[in-house]
């Protein structure tokens, strides 16, 4: 078209397009679910404006929040539609051009290499899988503050965007044709459509139907020159007796003529009975509903299941649904850019009614990982989300979500058979079930340890609470992962404090002069070897009552008898070493009683940073 204004897409766009464009993935199917996904999300940002203003919703036809399938068999189309938001020419340049999200190139690149284009929806780029299937795609657009627009691309690099003069007005909201390539035939296959709506569109919240066609008989009239007809006919009453069909005849001789003919009728057809999950009672819901239900949350469509699930029902001042998932593993980038990123991954709803999926005041920045959703009676419907952001019920949901998270991470470690320090219980045949369960703390603590520590970082309330999910290893553990309740009812009699060391490794760690005495006298050392451990062990100052000593730093007490002898006899050597070391390079000389085999050791005092701390916050300043 002349009038069409071109563009060329992002050269990120570019790459991802043309190794879609290019792919022999298998999987093809998910760029159904991933427009699904959008109609549901433009749909989703509709009713949330209409809740303030209920004229943005229109009249007639474009109040129905309702997404439409259908199919153009002959000339190969399929078509989504949504009477969502829709897109003004604007947005429809940036979100169909560009990649808002960051960490797009790192995906580009593990596809390129694995191929595997499961998470697609999880980097904002969901829409271009439609180039898996398309080698043309029109995207016709209508936003309450703009003119209808047709975008459209051949995925050759450019894009353009016309004011649409030609097709019907859409009222509002978004229609997408994809124009599929002949080896995408499937798609226009309606029973296939359905199959794909039935296993990844299930938890969509929103109508989905399909222009599907309906195969009727019909009687009609005869003509009087039809034998042709006839024969097509007697084909769809094959299944009739033959003598019925002579009486029929017989019948037919003294009538007006009539007969039957198959004709084909279309209709809407709903392919989703949008249940929501979190509204039924938890008794109710099937393991691998939860497992569906986390996957279309996640956007993630990997095999792998969630570690676990928490759905409850909050009663009281504050009612709320809600269900948390423990994904399998922790997303890109978690850690990378910690103080900065997006916090929650809860969705919000306020009575069914989708608010925001951008509130951070539902989740502890360190229980970001977990993915899920609220839903509530108690918060007002009709207010602003600003308003919303400061409502004092949100106090209360956060506060039960926190308990309710840390209960599920809790029954994780108590459910796995590796955790017990009972060597009997964990050695026995298990039942496949609890097979299942044996190590998956341990997986846990992998992908998703260090959002524990950032916990005791900085939720001073539940800091005992995540002190007991903390897993170490020790100079006793073998190489294994224990906790600090199993660490304590190991420790000796004499025993007062909870001794661990800071270092890089375990293995250089292993090799440190402070650990001779204690392991000659057979105490247990925790190693802290992540440098986040720093950070932590200046919040964690106790556990049950007993003191943390880090065993490099002043303050280590070892029952010894001749300490007070050894002082005595060396007074005039330590007085020595103190003048000739003067003040500025050490504060105190003192006879220890932690080496066995080195002669002397330097170790930091009591309120200073240790001398891994010191390396860190040495690294962190150049
Ligand atoms: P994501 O959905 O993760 O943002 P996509 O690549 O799927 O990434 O879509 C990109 C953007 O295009 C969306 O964020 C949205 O702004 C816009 N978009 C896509 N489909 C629609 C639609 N049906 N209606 C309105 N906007 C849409
Ligand atoms: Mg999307």
């Known amino acids: 078209r002349a009038s069409a204004e071109k563009f060329e897409f992002q050269a990120e766009v570019s790459r991802l397009m043309d190794i879609l464009i290019n792919s022999l993935y298998s999987n093809k199917d998910i760029f159904l679910r991933e427009l699904i996904s959008n109609a549901s999300d433009a749909l989703d940002k509709i009713r949330f404006l209409a809740l303030t203003d209920k004229e943005v919703l229109g009249e007639g036809d474009n109040t129905k929040l309702e997404i439409q399938i259908k199919l153009d068999k002959e000339k190969k189309i399929l078509s989504i539609r949504d009477?969502?938001?829709?897109?003004?020419?604007?947005?429809?340049?940036?979100?169909?051009?560009t990649i808002a999200k960051s960490g797009t190139s790192a995906f580009v690149e593990k596809m390129q290499t694995s191929g595997d284009l499961n998470l697609i929806g999880q980097f904002g780029v969901g829409f271009y899988s439609v180039y898996l299937v398309a080698d043309y795609v029109e995207v016709i657009s209508k936003h309450n503050d703009d003119k209808q627009y047709v975008w459209e691309s051949k995925a050759d690099g450019a894009?353009?965007?016309?004011?649409?003069?030609?097709?019907?007005?859409?009222?509002?909201?978004?229609?997408?044709?994809?124009?599929?390539?002949?080896?995408?035939g499937e798609y226009l296959d309606e029973l296939k459509l359905k199959e794909l709506v039935k296993k990844y569109s299930e938890f969509i919240n929103f109508p989905i139907n399909l222009w599907a066609s309906k195969e009727v008989e019909k009687e009609v009239p005869a003509d009087e020159d039809e034998s042709i007809d006839e024969e097509e006919t007697s084909e769809s009453s094959s299944s009739e007796e033959e003598g019925e069909e002579d009486a029929e005849k017989a019948e037919d001789e003294k009538k007006p003529k009539t007969k039957t003919v198959k004709e084909t009728t279309y209709e809407w057809e709903l392919?989703?009975?949008?249940?929501?999950?979190?509204?039924?009672?938890?008794?109710?819901?099937?393991d691998e509903e939860y497992n569906k239900f986390y996957h279309s949350l996640a956007k993630d469509f990997s095999e792998d299941k969630p570690m676990a699930w928490s759905h409850f029902n909050a009663e009281g001042d504050v009612e709320?649904?809600?269900?948390?998932?423990?994904?399998?593993?922790?997303?890109?980038?978690?850690?990378?850019?910690?103080?900065?990123?997006?916090?929650?991954?809860?969705?919000?709803?306020?009575?069914?009614?989708?608010?925001?999926?951008?509130?951070?005041?539902?989740?502890?920045?360190?229980?970001?990982?977990?993915?899920?959703?609220?839903?509530?009676?108690?918060?007002?419907?009709?207010?602003?989300r600003e308003m919303l952001q400061q409502h004092s019920s949100l106090?209360?949901?956060?506060?039960?979500?926190?308990?309710?998270?840390?209960?599920?991470?809790?029954?994780?470690?108590?459910e796995d058979p590796d955790e017990t320090n009972d060597k009997e219980k964990r050695d026995v045949e298990e039942s496949s079930e609890e097979n299942e369960k044996k190590g998956q703390y341990a997986k846990f603590w992998?992908?998703?340890?260090?959002?524990?520590?950032?916990?005791?970082?900085?939720?001073?309330?539940?800091?005992?609470?995540?002190?007991?999910?903390?897993?170490?290893?020790?100079?006793?553990?073998?190489?294994?992962?224990?906790?600090?309740d199993q660490y304590i009812s190991r420790m000796k009699s004499s025993q007062k404090d909870i001794f661990y060391i800071t270092g890089a490794s375990k293995?250089?760690?292993?090799?440190?002069?402070?650990?001779?005495?204690?392991?000659?006298?057979?105490?247990?050392?925790?190693?802290?070897?992540?440098?986040?451990?720093?950070?932590?062990?200046?919040?964690?100052?106790?556990?049950?009552?007993?003191?943390?000593?880090?065993?490099?730093k002043e303050g280590l007490k070892l029952k010894d008898s001749k300490t007070k002898e050894l002082?005595?006899?060396?007074?005039?050597?330590?007085?020595?070493?103190?003048?000739?070391?003067?003040?500025?390079?050490?504060?105190?000389?003192?006879?220890?009683?932690?080496?066995?085999?080195?002669?002397?050791?330097?170790?930091?005092?009591?309120?200073?940073?240790?001398?891994?701390?010191?390396?860190?916050?040495?690294s962190q300043t150049l």
């Open 507 to 552: 293995e250089q760690l292993e090799k440190s002069p402070f650990l001779e005495r204690l392991n000659k006298k057979d105490y247990e050392v925790i190693f802290f070897t992540d440098p986040v451990d720093e950070y932590l062990m200046q919040y964690l100052m106790d556990y049950e009552d007993k003191k943390f000593q880090n065993v490099s």
């Open 159 to 184: 894009f353009a965007i016309s004011e649409d003069t030609w097709n019907e007005p859409l009222g509002r909201g978004t229609e997408i044709r994809l124009h599929l390539r002949d080896e995408a």
């Open 395 to 414: 106090k209360t949901i956060k506060k039960k979500l926190i308990r309710k998270a840390l209960d599920m991470i809790r029954k994780l470690a108590e």
């Open 446 to 484: 992998n992908e998703f340890g260090k959002s524990i520590k950032l916990g005791i970082i900085e939720d001073a309330t539940n800091r005992n609470r995540l002190a007991k999910l903390l897993r170490f290893e020790t100079t006793k553990s073998d190489g294994k992962l224990t906790s600090l």
């Open 83 to 97: 009477r969502g938001v829709g897109m003004t020419k604007e947005d429809l340049r940036k979100n169909l051009g």
């Open 271 to 286: 392919l989703n009975d949008m249940k929501a999950i979190w509204l039924r009672s938890p008794k109710e819901v099937t």
């Open 567 to 618: 002082k005595e006899s060396f007074k005039g050597l330590t007085k020595w070493w103190k003048t000739t070391l003067a003040s500025d390079n050490v504060e105190d000389v003192k006879i220890s009683n932690r080496l066995a085999d080195t002669p002397c050791v330097v170790v930091t005092s009591k309120y200073g940073w240790s001398a891994y701390m010191e390396k860190i916050m040495h």
């Open 320 to 384: 709320f649904k809600a269900v948390l998932f423990i994904p399998p593993k922790a997303p890109h980038d978690l850690y990378e850019s910690y103080y900065n990123t997006k916090q929650s991954n809860l969705k919000l709803y306020v009575r069914r009614v989708f608010i925001s999926d951008e509130f951070n005041e539902l989740l502890p920045k360190y229980l970001n990982f977990l993915m899920g959703l609220v839903d509530s009676d108690t918060l007002p419907l009709n207010v602003s």
